[in-house]
């Protein structure tokens, strides 16, 4: 019943690429999110937005970029990969702030 | 005060047993909670929401404490599938948005 799609599920890239991590939904969300999560560990929130050309950062410092043409669609972005960014992305929307958060099943990298 | 503090745990019951896990928050105008369930590594999925008047839903009970400023899950008759961590979310202090707790780890034990 996923509404909102992350792809790729598993990444494994050296270290200088550039890469993009896919997260779209289908539920008209306005209020999409990005956390990062090691293992074992709490949750991040590094970037948000709350609707087409609006995107701030987390309460965790990132290198990461992304962007929000669309409504449905919010990628992230790093420009060059490093090992520290091994870690799994999530990607999440809700319908208001308050609204419960609907989470995709997140993409796992590995930079090399 | 932190926005959201949780007891990381972990909590290790017997089967059958009951288990309840706290979560305090700071933003005392908060009127959205809830708890999600995290199985090791997957995505967080809401559990259940929690309501000024308690809810239950099967062998799950969700109870909010505003005088004291924490909300509860009380959970019953625990199966083995029950072990994960579970995650409170509460209003952050600015109240724009909402915060993940650093979540309870549960482990069910035969």
């Known amino acids: 019943e996923a509404d909102i799609y992350q792809t790729p599920r598993y990444l494994v890239i050296g270290t200088g690429k550039k890469i993009t991590l896919e997260c779209s939904q289908t539920m008209g969300h306005d209020k999409m999110y990005w956390y990062q999560q090691d293992p074992g560990m709490e949750l991040h929130l590094i970037h948000y937005s709350y609707g087409v050309n609006s995107t701030e950062k987390g309460d965790l410092s990132s290198e990461s970029t992304v962007s929000r043409i669309r409504t449905e669609h919010f990628p992230l972005t790093l420009e060059s990969a490093r090992p520290s960014h091994t870690s799994q992305y999530l990607c999440a929307s809700s319908e208001t702030r308050s609204s419960p958060l609907h989470f995709g099943n997140g993409t796992r990298l590995t930079v090399t | ?110």
Request: overall charge positive.
């Open chain 2, 1 to 110: 005060r932190k926005e959201v503090e949780q007891d990381p745990g972990p909590f290790n019951v017997p089967e059958g047993a009951t288990v309840a896990f706290n979560c305090t928050y700071s933003n005392s105008a908060s009127q959205s909670f809830f708890w999600y369930r995290q199985d090791c590594r997957k995505e967080p999925k809401l559990l259940m929401s929690v309501y000024s008047s308690g809810n239950e839903d099967g062998r799950f009970t969700a109870q909010l404490n505003r005088a004291s400023q924490y909300i509860s899950l009380l959970i019953r008759d625990s199966k083995l599938s029950d072990s994960a961590t579970y995650l409170c979310v509460v209003p952050n202090n600015a109240g724009n948005m909402l915060t993940f707790g650093g979540g309870t780890r549960l482990m069910v034990k035969p």
